[in-house]
């Protein structure tokens, strides 16, 4: 757990890069920071952490993107995942912590390595697998705050462009990640960590659209990844130690 000037400063950081992360390219918060909220706040309340913020900085983003969002296309996803969101809640409020990071870090050191290979995968095609993706997505968010990949791989094997994937994923992170409050509540923080955290994200949605347009989608793409690698296999090893 954190606490103090130090420990808000650090909550701050974290959520600024993801933010940034997030109001670039569309998904990321979860990725770079859940597995870091979760060794700074404990797993409950860094994934916790985790929907809340993704999910204000999903709000920025689609507030000048929403006139491209796909209702027709989202809607099989959405209701998927508002089916398992409360599955993964469960889950998550019933685990040891040990296990709780354990699965956390395996969840999010799997889903990357998929996104990094770009699975092709025939049942994440069509209708069907927006369903399987939703499902996985909504079960991954509530339970380790990591809906983003599931997404992904739809979004790849479904042929969306990058200018389609942006505003769906931000429509889609606004929804699930009110699904998973709803499901689970919101952060206990005190009143100095919610002001860096608001701060953090007010910033990131500046630098990241400030960064949408100069950074190399590519470069920028696998950085995230690997950082998101990073944490999660981080997280593994320390659910590991612990058991």
């Known amino acids: 757990m954190v606490s103090g000037l ?18 670039m390219a569309g998904i990321g918060f979860a990725l ?27 709000a920025i983003g689609l507030a000048s993107t929403w006139r491209q969002v796909r209702p027709g296309a989202m809607l099989p996803l959405i209701a998927a995942a508002a089916c398992t969101v409360p599955l993964g809640a469960w889950v998550a409020a019933r685990l040891p912590e040990a ?13 990357v390595l998929l996104v990094l290979r770009g699975a092709r995968v025939a049942a994440l095609r069509g209708r069907g697998g927006a369903v399987a ?14 809906g983003g990949p599931a997404l992904s791989l739809y ?29 689970k509540g919101v952060p206990r923080l005190a009143g100095p960590a919610w002001l860096a955290v608001a701060v953090a994200l007010a910033l990131g949605a ?32 320390k659910g590991m130690s612990m058991l």
């Open 155 to 183: 979004a790849v094997n479904a042929g969306w462009t990058v200018r389609e994937f942006v505003p769906n994923a931000q429509f889609y992170g606004l929804t699930v990640n009110l699904f998973s409050l709803l499901a």
């Open 206 to 237: 500046v630098i990241g659209h400030w960064a949408a347009d100069r950074v190399p989608e590519r470069g920028a793409r696998t950085v995230v990844l690997l950082l998101a690698l990073g944490g999660g296999v981080t997280t593994l090893l």
């Open 32 to 58: 770079v920071t859940a597995p870091v909220l979760a060794l700074l706040l404990g797993p409950e309340q860094g994934v916790v952490l985790s929907n809340c913020a993704a999910g204000a900085i999903s």
């Open 99 to 111: 296990q709780l990071f354990a699965v956390m870090g395996a969840l999010v050191t799997v889903a």
């Open 133 to 146: 993706a939703g499902a996985a997505s909504g079960f991954m968010n509530s339970a380790a705050g990591v």
């Open 6 to 23: 130090a420990g808000d400063l650090t909550l701050g950081a974290v959520v600024l890069a993801g933010a940034s992360v997030q109001r």
